[in-house]
């Protein structure tokens, strides 16, 4: 990819691109694989975020810090199953690897109806112990329905 854009930002761009169309898809098999009901708050959300990383990459995440109104929380890994072989060059420190997972939380929990914002606190390719991903609840999404079909 970073011979196919001008620039690292592009790069980042797509890797998160990428990682939403995966989340769109995989909710759709985490949903039949699980059998989980409609989550009614964020701690639930959390939840079952920790729960499929564990079911497609086998990490589990701590859920931590999260802020007074319960509408933002960390995911600290101790290891990223992504970065476990990868070493960036010091020409690419501004390279966000992982955002792929950040995209994937996303899309989704945009199929379910929730807009959130994710970005990386921490990330141990760039040096960091762990890698925190913050999550943060923006809105619940209405369900659209396509006009003339109400």
Same mark, same amino acid.
């Given at each position: +990819?970073?011979?196919?854009?001008?620039?690292?930002?592009?790069?980042?761009? =797509?890797l998160e691109r990428?990682?939403?169309? +995966?989340? +769109?898809?995989?909710?759709?098999?985490?949903?039949?694989?699980?059998?989980?009901?409609?989550?009614?708050?964020?701690?639930?959300?959390?939840?079952?975020? =920790? #729960?499929?990383?564990?079911?497609?990459?086998?990490? #589990?995440?701590?859920?931590?810090?999260?802020?007074?109104?319960?509408?933002?929380?960390? !995911?600290?890994?101790?290891?990223?199953? !992504?970065?476990?072989?990868?070493?960036?060059?010091?020409?690419?420190?501004?390279?966000?690897?992982?955002?792929?997972?950040?995209?994937?939380?996303?899309?989704?929990?945009? +199929?379910? #109806?929730l807009d959130v #914002?994710?970005?990386?606190?921490?990330? =141990?390719?760039?040096?960091?112990?762990?890698t925190e991903l913050?999550?943060?609840?923006?809105?619940?999404?209405?369900?659209?329905?396509?006009?003339?079909?109400?």
């Amino acid at each position: +990819m970073l011979r196919d854009f001008e620039n690292v930002e592009d790069v980042n761009k =797509q890797l998160e691109r990428i990682g939403y169309n +995966m989340g +769109m898809r995989l909710i759709e098999d985490f949903l039949a694989r699980t059998s989980a009901p409609r989550c009614l708050e964020m701690r639930e959300t959390a939840d079952r975020i =920790q #729960q499929a990383f564990r079911i497609y990459l086998n990490v #589990q995440p701590t859920i931590s810090n999260w802020s007074a109104s319960s509408d933002e929380f960390s !995911l600290v890994f101790e290891t990223n199953p !992504l970065t476990e072989f990868v070493e960036l060059p010091q020409d690419l420190t501004n390279l966000r690897y992982s955002s792929i997972l950040s995209g994937c939380i996303r899309g989704a929990l945009e +199929m379910v #109806q929730l807009d959130v #914002q994710c970005w990386f606190v921490q990330d =141990q390719l760039k040096g960091d112990n762990v890698t925190e991903l913050r999550i943060k609840f923006v809105r619940r999404l209405e369900d659209a329905i396509p006009a003339g079909e109400d």
